[in-house]
């Protein structure tokens, strides 16, 4: 295929569409869309490929905002072929995590609900609580997302009591313990005065809690209470009853009425209106509730029963995808009826070595409890809902104020930080539909030469800013700006008159002026400048479009200045090491990475410095000299 063609999208495209959907075998396997840079933007599985990919480029076809965005961008289809479904799963998962495609975002916002991470990946592995999964290493276990932020937090810390764990990320003493080890609340990680291997051993009884096998954890440490008794080291014995009773107290939560206590099961239920899905996933254990999970999906107008199905199948075969063996349930209770509940029960159950059985109840008591979980949805629905209305109105007032055609779905926001022209950094930040996306977020440190301590330019920086934040669509003019994802609906630039005079001249330069839409909001009295304009628009401080705005100037600036404070921050660390002749860069990254900190540096003696890797004997002597010139 000539590079002239692969540019022109398949939708605009009809004879090439057809002989490509031709090509595709009704047969199951993974697709693959890309777009004219030939980058991956959507992966996806079938049993028969053709009639699937094929309905993405029907008339008739419903498809949500975001996928039509995506359809629209595509310029060629690849396929893999399977044996079974069930492989075009596990390879469809694996190859997402591989090249993490644009489109293929089952939450519409993966920071709204928080999951819990243990790096295993590490030989003494932390816990800890984050809204984003990191996909980078696989070893890296996340349990949620967890509906209930102050809850989970409060869990997090009871187990932290009652098992000795680290307690800090860092730290506090180079070469002694913290009050936590005499404590008992640590068993000295940062000196190592406990081995991995045991380490490890108290990190997976916390994951048992998260996977819902408290009951079996509870059962475990009786056993070896009994053990420690009956070898009459009571001492022992003790702190085992105690994390007992720490854990009974974990699961004293609401009991769920259902006939057979004794079954591991998970129920889904979701509620949608016509542009989400708020979905519940109830993991109940021996007849308790243990975690109550939410994900949010994008629908199109007026979804069928089948497609709300097709969203729970989804939701999990994501969620069990990572799932060990000892976590999935023998029984699970859906909302509406799987398209191929057959496959994923198969699946599972090779999974978990014991038979999964997939049921959707219509009465008596399992109905009952999909009852509850849609209920929970629901509320969940209604409170999005209301924060959606509010982001809207944000958007749609914004849109007013400034005269634009459509409410403006990616609004970016750039600020300058910087003393006295040292360290000068810049931000970007991105909120889509008037929320923060923090993975689009981006930091630049200025490179203009005439930009140094005692000289700030903030006009010459934020126009270098700007320059390299557009550069790639004039360095390869074909990359398109309508319905691109990456292309902002409006540039929002924090300072008054001048600050955006400087932006609009770099724009005019590369020929982006005409195709971009850029403000300045100043801070003094809240006032929104457009190019070319003496005097500020008319508007009101409070109003919902300058509040959006002023959402993200704040986010543009506390982003700029906690990174123009790590460079600092770094800097410092560094200006006394770089005096110290013989110490480059990489010595000094390595000296920092073994004392922490420039004081323990100091401290340090030529011994203790010698034990960094690439310190000599003779260099450590020279690095203690100069920190003790007497």
Same mark, same amino acid.
């Given at each position: ?350 999974? *978990?070595? !014991?038979?999964? /059985? +997939? ?7 399992? $109905?009952? %409890?999909? &009852?509850?979980?849609? =209920? ?68 630049? *440190?200025? !490179?203009?030469? /005439? +930009? ?7 006009? $010459?920086? %934020?126009? &270098?800013?700007?320059? =390299? ?162």
């Amino acid at each position: 295929m000539t590079t002239s063609a692969k540019t022109r999208t398949l939708i605009k495209n009809p004879q090439q569409l057809e002989t490509r959907l031709q090509e595709i075998p009704p047969e199951p396997g993974v697709y693959f869309m890309r777009d004219s840079s030939d980058r991956i933007i959507y992966i996806g599985k079938s049993r028969k490929l053709r009639s699937r990919v094929r309905s993405y480029f029907r008339d008739s076809q419903r498809l949500s905002e975001r996928i039509a965005t995506m359809v629209k961008q595509v310029t060629d289809i690849e396929f893999i072929v399977t044996d079974t479904e069930a492989e075009a799963l596990a390879l469809e998962a694996n190859l997402i995590k591989q090249h993490q495609p644009y489109f293929n975002v089952l939450l519409k916002d993966d920071k709204k609900y928080p999951y819990v991470c243990i790096t295993w990946s590490e030989d003494y592995p932390r816990i800890f609580i984050t809204r984003k999964r990191q996909l980078g290493k696989a070893k890296n276990k996340y349990f949620g997302p967890y509906t209930d932020s102050g809850l989970l937090r409060e869990i997090l810390q009871i187990c932290k009591r009652i098992f000795p764990l680290r307690q800090r990320p860092q730290p506090l003493f180079k070469d002694r313990p913290c009050l936590n080890y005499d404590l008992g609340r640590c068993p000295g990680v940062c000196q190592q005065l406990i081995s991995p291997q045991e380490y490890r051993k108290t990190v997976q009884k916390i994951a048992m809690v998260f996977q819902g096998r408290t009951g079996e954890l509870i059962d475990i440490l009786r056993e070896q209470m009994q053990q420690q008794a009956e070898g009459l080291n009571f001492e022992a014995a003790a702190r085992i009853r105690d994390q007992i009773a720490g854990l009974n107290s974990l699961t004293a939560q609401q009991k769920v009425s259902l006939s057979d206590d004794t079954v591991s099961r998970d129920a889904i239920a979701l509620a949608a209106d016509t542009n989400h899905a708020c979905i519940q996933l109830f993991q109940i254990r021996a007849g308790k509730l243990v975690g109550r999970l939410a994900f949010v999906a994008e629908v199109p107008s007026r979804p069928s029963e089948g497609l709300l199905g097709a969203i729970l199948q989804r939701v999990l075969e994501e969620h069990y995808q990572t799932a060990e063996g000892v976590e999935i349930p023998t029984e699970i209770l859906v909302q509406h009826e799987l398209p191929d509940g057959e496959m994923l029960r198969e699946i599972l159950t090779q999974r *978990k070595g !014991k038979k999964v /059985t +997939i049921l959707s109840p219509q009465r008596q008591t399992k $109905a009952e %409890l999909i &009852e509850m979980v849609e =209920r929970n949805a629901e509320y969940e629905l209604q409170r999005m809902q209301k924060f959606s209305e509010r982001n809207h109105q944000g958007m749609q007032d914004l849109a007013n104020i400034l005269d634009l055609p459509e409410i403006p779905h990616r609004i970016e926001g750039y600020d300058i930080s910087h003393i006295q022209g040292s360290n000068a950094v810049a931000s970007q930040v991105v909120f889509i539909d008037g929320l923060p996306a923090k993975q689009y977020y981006r930091h630049y *440190k200025i !490179k203009n030469p /005439t +930009i140094t301590t005692g000289h700030s330019d903030d006009f $010459a920086s %934020l126009a &270098e800013t700007i320059q =390299r934040r557009f550069r790639k669509y004039i360095e390869n003019p074909q990359l398109p700006r309508v319905g691109n994802p990456d292309w902002p609906d409006l540039v929002m630039i924090d300072g008054g008159k001048g600050q955006l005079s400087s932006v609009v001249g770099i724009l005019q330069q590369m020929n982006l002026l005409e195709d971009l839409r850029v403000v300045s909001l100043a801070k003094r009295r809240e006032e929104i400048f457009l190019p070319g304009e003496t005097q500020p628009l008319s508007t009101n401080p409070e109003q919902p479009g300058v509040q959006l705005l002023r959402r993200l100037r704040d986010e543009a600036h506390r982003f700029a200045v906690s990174f123009h404070r790590q460079q600092r921050s770094n800097k410092l660390k560094r200006s006394r090491l770089d005096e110290i002749p013989g110490l480059g860069r990489y010595r000094q990254k390595q000296l920092l990475g073994h004392f922490r900190s420039l004081d323990y540096i100091r401290q340090a003696t030529p011994a203790q410095l010698a034990e960094v890797p690439g310190i000599g004997s003779s260099l450590a002597q020279e690095i203690y000299d100069y920190f003790h010139p007497n």
